[in-house]
């Protein structure tokens, strides 16, 4: 497979920009976090994306999606990354369309993606790190089950909908089977969300289910059989978290580099260092390795092909050492200003930062890959 875009998806990617920039750039996020906005991001902006057809990219013809791939999300994650858009895209266009495609599920949800009207979030973590522990009980009650436990920071669960949440249905926490996925709506009993704040400003819940009733009908795939449907959900969200990684590092180097071409030390650009062009040219060397990285998971994921799962942690991994690199040159090429709340560097570091810790950071994955190949 060629790693690079064909001409239609260029043509996406230009239009993405181009949409993004005008109307979600970096300052919109600044507003949204000044004003302690408690949405979290424009549901008018979501809209526009429906209204554009990036919410169906994912969702099949059939379903009057699309019917794109993941190449395609990744182009116009890349963009929402470059201006740290506020957006629920990743979870919702992204990562919970590939868990209720092809399921009863999807006639219910996709109208409402689709029309830019419905939010979902993924209520899979339980501890700080993401590590595949599942210890939130679903036991039989009557025709459906009673969920109860707690989900940490879930993007988007205050305002959600559609949870798609992971819970154990059979053996312990750290098994691998015995996991059941369910759709579980937002007027549901007993259902509590805590918003808090992360690091880069975006909103982030406590979900708790005190006994939340659902009928059997929730149930996303089989019971006790959830993990490849969990595993399916993941990999798309890590692909999709390593696209917009790029664009968060392209943004940081692309401000970077605007800088070192007008900032001056004793009357002589600083762009004119040695040094300093030295450094930029190996981020931007490392970004096209991560960029490489991520566009061969995007078309294995796309293909179904059997070493998707390996791509997608090789992507993860080296899209977040390729951001974290970016940003953490942005902000030392900018000097002591680089700390400061005035300039917008800093909240690239921030952003990159809440990106690779999701769906497991570098070291899980690079761990992934180790057992994976027999260590």
Not at 28 to 56: C, I, N, P
Not at 363 to 373: E, F, G, K, T
């Amino acid at each position: 497979m060629p790693l690079y875009l064909n001409d239609e998806q260029a043509m996406l990617r230009d239009t993405a920009r181009d949409f993004v920039a005008e109307h979600a750039p970096v300052s919109h996020m600044r507003a949204l976090r000044d004003a302690d906005d408690a949405t979290g991001f424009s549901r008018d902006l979501w809209k526009q994306f429906a209204e554009m057809g990036l919410t169906g990219i994912l969702i099949p013809e059939a379903d009057n999606g699309l019917g794109l791939g993941h190449v395609e999300a990744g182009v116009v994650l890349e963009e929402i990354g470059r201006n740290l858009s506020p957006s629920p895209f990743l979870a919702t266009a992204v990562a919970a369309v590939e868990a209720i495609k092809g399921t009863p599920h999807a006639a219910r949800w996709f109208p409402g993606i689709l029309a830019g009207e419905t939010v979902a979030a993924l209520a899979i973590d339980e501890r700080a790190k993401h590590d595949g522990h599942v210890a939130m009980r679903a036991e039989r009650s009557g025709n459906g089950f009673r969920l109860t436990g707690a989900k940490r920071f879930v993007a988007h669960g205050h305002v959600a909908d559609l949870l798609i949440v992971a819970a154990r249905t059979a053996g312990s926490p750290e098994d691998a089977d015995g996991v059941t996925l369910f759709a579980v709506p937002k007027d549901a009993a007993n259902l509590t969300a805590d918003p808090q704040r992360l690091a880069d400003a975006s909103l982030a819940a406590r979900m708790t289910f005190d006994g939340v009733a659902v009928d059997a009908d929730a149930v996303i795939g089989e019971v006790d059989g959830g993990r490849a449907v969990l595993n399916a959900l993941l990999g798309a969200g890590r692909t999709g978290a390593a696209a917009e990684m790029l664009g968060v590092g392209g943004g940081a180097m692309d401000m970077t580099v605007q800088y070192l071409k007008e900032r001056k030390q004793f009357g002589t650009l600083i762009g004119s260092f040695q040094a300093l062009q030295h450094r930029a040219a190996h981020l931007y060397s490392e970004l096209e390795v991560a960029r490489a990285a991520v566009l061969k998971a995007q078309q294995l994921l796309d293909a179904g092909d059997a070493k998707a799962d390996e791509a997608v942690s090789v992507a993860k991994a080296m899209a977040g050492m390729a951001s974290t690199l970016a940003v953490q040159e942005g902000v030392q090429m900018h000097g002591g200003i680089g700390m400061t709340d005035e300039y917008d560097i800093g909240f690239y570091m921030k952003r990159g930062r809440v990106l690779a810790e999701l769906f497991g950071d570098t070291n899980y994955h690079a761990d992934a890959l180790a057992r994976a190949s027999g260590y």
